[in-house]
């Protein structure tokens, strides 16, 4: 007595291909959201790094020119401040904890099919 997935295999081999199909498809899009996700904190990684080299130099060549001038201006504050700023936003995006739920619908959909195995098979044992 054959299990209900060979009969059916033997029977249809284009459910198979096609619930093959749809898993590759399941995999692709889950896969893209996860890099997307990834993507987005690499980038702000980079921007949090860059800006942070920006604003070190910005602020280095402010305390150069003020004490050169001898004088305060307020935009020797405002330029290495504003890409101060752009470190710290992109640096927390960067480095927030997100829940990772990548690939939760493929082991959903694995979970669905295993148990609907087992239970065509027990009918057809039982």
Not at 62 to 80: D, E, N, S
Not at 97 to 104: E, I
Request: charged share 15%.
């Amino acid at each position: 007595m054959l299990h209900p997935i060979f009969s059916t295999v033997l029977r249809h081999p284009e459910l198979i291909a096609e619930h093959a199909s749809n898993y590759a498809a399941l995999i692709r899009l889950e896969t893209a959201e996860a890099s997307r996700g990834l993507m987005a904190r690499l980038i702000a990684g980079v921007l949090a790094v860059a800006s942070a080299m920006l604003a070190l130099g910005l602020t280095g060549t402010a305390v150069m020119l003020g004490v050169m001038q001898g004088t305060f201006h307020w935009v020797l504050i405002a330029v290495p401040g504003a890409s101060a700023l752009i470190a710290l936003v992109a640096g927390y995006v960067a480095a927030r904890p997100v829940a990772f739920h990548g690939f939760d619908e493929l082991r959903s959909q694995v979970d669905a099919d295993v148990h609907a195995l087992r239970a065509a098979g027990e009918s057809r044992a039982g």
